[in-house]
């Protein structure tokens, strides 16, 4: 079974430049997420999708950061304007069904590695 | 004060020790408990989960949780150096919508 793919791996950007990051998750899961990890720290919700619509996104920063999951598979993350503080590890996850379940099995991609110079 | 509170590392032992990793959380409405594993570079996944006070056993690892403490503990045997990685203990309250709130992660060095 295929696992989370996100790209790309590594990006390297300018503050105030814009970037995009991809998620494909694993065939069959309704839920996908996105998280922050910055360095040293554990992962921090971003925003949360059901198919393809949002369940959360309190701790989006809606005013650099947009997410879309378009026909409930596929997601992109952008952000625009970049800042330094947003260097950090974009996580991708996607689950069976809702977070409610009582396994919290998310299944995470490797991540997409940002630094804002 | 934070949700979730995890002891600061790095923690570093020699192949064959016990490790304990532990977490406190303030929040006694948290009622699912999980541990993920995070090798460097890569994304973190499910080690266990619990959703009771009490011990859970898989293997070398236990997980353990005391909700009157609002305690939870991981517990590794026989420790071996691809155990190597940072764990993360990770919390969420019932509901079709809850999330998870994770610690920020404790990195463990195995010696050969």
């Known amino acids: 079974e295929a696992g989370v793919a996100q790209s790309p791996r590594y990006k390297i950007i300018e503050k105030r430049q814009s970037v995009a990051f991809w998620c494909n998750p694993i065939?069959?899961?309704?839920?996908l997420y996105w998280y922050q990890q910055i360095l040293g720290q554990g992962p921090k919700l971003l925003i949360q999708f059901q198919n393809n619509g949002v369940v959360d996104d309190s701790q989006l920063p809606k005013d650099r950061f947009s997410a879309e999951r378009l026909k409930g598979v596929d997601s992109t993350l952008k952000i625009q304007p970049a800042k330094l503080e947003d260097s950090a590890v974009y996580l991708c996850?996607?689950?069976?069904?809702?977070?409610?379940?009582?396994?919290?099995?998310?299944?995470f991609g490797e991540g997409s590695r940002l630094t804002v110079l | 004060q934070k949700e979730v509170e995890q002891d600061p590392g790095p923690l570093s032992v020699p192949e064959g020790a016990i490790v304990s990793l532990n977490c406190t959380y303030s929040n006694s409405a948290f009622q699912y408990f999980m541990w993920y594993r995070q090798y460097s570079r890569k994304g973190p996944e499910l080690l266990m989960y619990?959703?009771?006070?009490g011990n859970k056993e898989d293997g070398r690892f236990t997980a353990q949780v005391d909700k009157s403490s609002k305690y939870i503990s991981l517990f590794i045997r026989d420790s071996q150096p691809s155990d190597s990685a940072t764990y993360l203990c990770?919390?969420?309250?019932?509901?079709?919508?809850?999330?998870?709130?994770f610690g920020k992660g404790i990195t463990l060095s195995v010696r050969p």
């Open positions: 996850a996607s689950s069976w069904g809702l977070a409610g379940e009582i396994t919290g099995e998310l299944f």
């Open positions: 990770a919390m969420k309250y019932p509901g079709a919508n809850s999330k998870l709130t």
């Open positions: 065939s069959g899961h309704a839920t």
């Open positions: 619990t959703y009771s006070s």
